[in-house]
């Protein structure tokens, strides 16, 4: 706004209050600190920004959420994304009332955890794709959310970016996944532990203090050991 007039400048700082009001109301700071311990662990930090009952909604992604071809994702820049989550079968209920006779027909999630947790909760896999425009005057993007046995939602995709907030604590040369510290610093680590583990051998036997006996003293051999302390 800066040379702009009193209503383009009124019209700025109302947007920027907006924008600090979405961010209170979906904890942005303490989500994106924990994206950011993702993208350190992981190599990405990823939020999903969405509407839901027509508010602006944040949620944190788990990498392992998301699937890209890795073929075509080879340059870091794939023209698909599909999430595979785990939802609770009466939120999505809520979410499609019109698709509750399928979605109450769909068999349950099946991954390992999910089935020790079976007798206290009612959970389904939804998958969400996203399929980008191939140009700006292109008609073939799509976004969809869909289940086994049904389609939940449909509708053309515009946009030619994936709707995530994205934080990559290190490129890699090739790929859509990122690399994170924890990887980078994972053969300093190795040696690390090796020598500390070799200090901790020596520290147990030998640096406490001894009392020292001569040969032929009457002490028991259990007696002689790495107590501190010990004779």
């Not at 959420?65 to 609770?88: C, F, M, S």
């Amino acid at each position: 706004t800066e040379g702009g007039n009193w209503k383009l400048q009124r019209k700025a700082q109302k947007l920027n209050e907006f924008c600090d009001g979405i961010f209170y109301e979906n904890k942005a700071h303490f989500i994106g600190i924990d994206a950011f311990r993702d993208a350190a662990v992981l190599g990405d930090g990823i939020i999903h920004v969405f509407n839901s009952h027509g508010r602006i909604k944040w949620e944190k992604v788990k990498p392992s959420e998301l699937y890209v071809d890795a073929v075509e994702a080879d340059g870091g820049d794939p023209r698909q994304l599909h999430r595979v989550k785990i939802v609770d079968r009466q939120v999505l209920c809520d979410l499609f009332p019109n698709k509750k006779r399928q979605i109450m027909e769909c068999n349950a999630a099946t991954t390992d955890f999910v089935a020790q947790q079976a007798h206290v909760s009612d959970q389904v896999t939804v998958c969400e794709s996203w399929h980008l425009p191939s140009g700006p005057d292109a008609n073939d993007g799509l976004h969809c959310i869909w289940m086994d046995n049904c389609e939940l939602f449909f509708e053309p995709f515009k946009k030619s970016y994936f709707p995530f907030a994205r934080f990559q604590w290190a490129k890699r040369l090739n790929g859509y996944w990122g690399q994170g510290a924890a990887e980078q610093i994972q053969n300093l680590q190795l040696e690390i532990n090796k020598v500390l583990w070799l200090k901790q051998r020596a520290m147990h036997l030998g640096s406490a203090f001894k009392i020292l006996i001569e040969n032929g003293s009457k002490i028991v051999k259990e007696h002689l050991n790495n107590d501190i302390g010990a004779v």
